[in-house]
């Protein structure tokens, strides 16, 4: 089963440049098998094409420390994804980028309004943006309370399983059942982050909302208990 799941994310990490959603070594998949409290993530700083599965980096998901001597580092996200994954045991895998246009709202420090039903297949409601990191977040811990910081942001909303926010300053997070789910979810919110940029250009700056039993319909016909999207 581990072996599966440290295969399954090196192929997730190595879909992000072929999705366009990386440059370079940025960005990181991870994904955790909670029984064997593990997590595996993309080692720091190594070139996608040259990923292996045994490259995975091993990390315990409670104490975060790695867990197989003379294995790759982790990468320095790491503890960004371990905050997320102790926060909520629902998500299984986390994806971050800093892919353009989520990247430019997350920058603006603005939420990424639903303006149409390609947003709302995915997303119900915004994808939320968090607060400014204070200063003492930022010098000690930093990345642990970012993770902190996105887990506040997702408890304040109604509906938490939406998939994806932003970090302000910073960049997208997005989650899953699956790595390969988690990377779908970023490959959404990027065509989205795209789409939302223009359509307010266009509008002068910003752009209505869309319709809530619009957003409504198109979320829960996919994602609901009702839900009649795919094959069964």
């Given amino acids: 089963m581990l072996e599966a799941l440290r295969e399954s994310v090196c192929r997730a990490n190595r879909m992000l440049p072929a999705y366009g959603l990386v440059c370079l070594t940025w960005g990181n998949v991870s994904a955790v098998d909670r029984e064997h409290s593990v997590m595996f993530i993309k080692p720091s700083g190594l070139c996608y094409e040259e990923m292996r599965p045994e490259d995975m ?106 998939g994806a926010a932003l970090a302000r300053s910073h960049g997208p997070f997005t989650w899953g059942e699956t790595p390969q789910k988690a990377v779908e979810v970023a490959v959404t919110l990027e065509m989205v982050a795209d789409m939302a940029w223009h359509t307010a250009l266009l509008c002068g700056g910003t752009a209505p909302h869309m319709m809530d039993e619009l957003m409504n319909k198109h979320f829960y016909r996919k994602h609901g208990k009702d839900s009649y999207y795919g094959q069964l």
């Avoid at 905050?83 to 420090?109: C, D, K, M």
């Avoid at 000690?140 to 408890?155: C, D, F, K």
Wanted: with cysteine; hydrophobic share 35%.
């Fill in 57 to 162: 980096a091993a990390v315990d998901l409670q104490t975060g420390q790695v867990l197989e001597k003379g294995g790759r580092r982790p990468s320095v996200d790491t503890e960004i994804h371990l905050e997320l994954y102790r926060a909520f045991p629902q998500i299984n895998s986390v994806v971050h980028t800093h892919s353009r246009w989520a990247t430019i709202w997350a920058q603006s420090g603005r939420s990424i309004p639903a303006l149409g039903t390609t947003h709302a297949d995915e997303f119900l409601g915004e994808v939320p943006c968090t607060r400014a990191m204070k200063a003492e977040e930022i010098q000690v811990n930093y990345e642990r309370n970012t993770g902190r910081v996105l887990a506040e942001t997702l408890r304040q909303r109604e509906v938490f399983f939406s």
